[in-house]
T-cell receptor, first 115, second 109 residues
Framework: EPEVTQTPSHQVTQMGQEVILRCVPI?????FYWYRQILGQKVEFLVS????????KSEIFDDQFSVERPDGSNFTLKIRSTKLEDSAMYFC?????????????FGPGTRLTVL | TQLLEQSPQFLSIQEGENLTVYCNSS?????LQWYRQEPGEGPVLLVT?????EVKKLKRLTFQFGDARKDSSLHITAAQPGDTGLYLC?????????FGAGTTVTVRA
């Protein structure tokens, strides 16, 4: 069964460093998402991406965040200058249709630890 | 901001008992999805409900979407220790999911 994959599974970085989290969505899906989950808290929406553009972003997704689909298969989340509060699990998800009409499938997550 | 309230937050029952988890909101959603999440892993889809009043069954799990598409419930019949986990509801609109905080279910053998 097709699945969303994410790399790395765990990333440790120093405060102020840039990190890139990578995702390979399900191959025929058209909509791509990033969510995060701080330890002990609920899953929060960050951004959605369709047709090489951001469709919607949350207030969390400020100027230090960016997303890209560089080669038609990977979907990346870049954090330019990490902060301690960026430590969280980051989940990539994809869907064939809009979130309101089609199911989102989640990857296993990348645990980001900012020291 | 679309808020989803899940209740109860924690639920501990004996094997063989039934349980119900509730997911409520003041917002209308196009669809509602139920996920199960294991520690350190991503949410795994259980079911998507789309139509108001819809009832879906998945073996011993029954999911219901409210008529007004604002609330949902998950009912487990004759719970087993393998049902232990974190159950999340998520309301869908346009380009995103809004998650509830989850219900931690523990089924004791």
């Amino acid at each position: 069964e097709p699945e969303v994959t994410q790399t790395p599974s765990h990333q440790v970085t120093q405060m102020g460093q840039e990190v890139i989290l990578r995702c390979v969505p399900i191959s025929n899906h058209l909509y791509f998402y990033w969510y995060r989950q701080i330890l002990g808290q609920k899953v929060e929406f960050l951004v959605s991406f369709y047709n090489n553009e951001i469709s919607e972003k949350s207030e969390i997704f400020d100027d230090q965040f960016s997303v890209e689909r560089p080669d038609g298969s990977n979907f990346t989340l870049k954090i330019r200058s990490t902060k301690l509060e960026d430590s969280a699990m980051y989940f990539c998800a994809s869907s064939y249709g809009l979130a309101g009409t089609d199911t989102q499938y989640f990857g296993p997550g990348t645990r980001l630890t900012v020291l | 901001t679309q808020l989803l309230e899940q209740s109860p937050q924690f639920l501990s029952i004996q094997e063989g008992e039934n349980l119900t988890v509730y997911c409520n909101s003041s917002s209308v959603f196009s669809s509602l999805q139920w996920y199960r999440q294991e520690p350190g892993e991503g949410p795994v889809l259980l079911v998507t409900v789309v139509t108001g009043g819809e009832v879906k069954k998945l073996k011993r799990l029954t999911f219901q979407f409210g008529d007004a598409r604002k609330d949902s419930s998950l009912h487990i019949t004759a719970a087993q220790p393998g049902d232990t986990g974190l159950y999340l509801c998520a309301g869908a609109n346009d380009y995103k999911l809004s998650f509830g905080a989850g219900t931690t279910v523990t089924v004791r053998a």
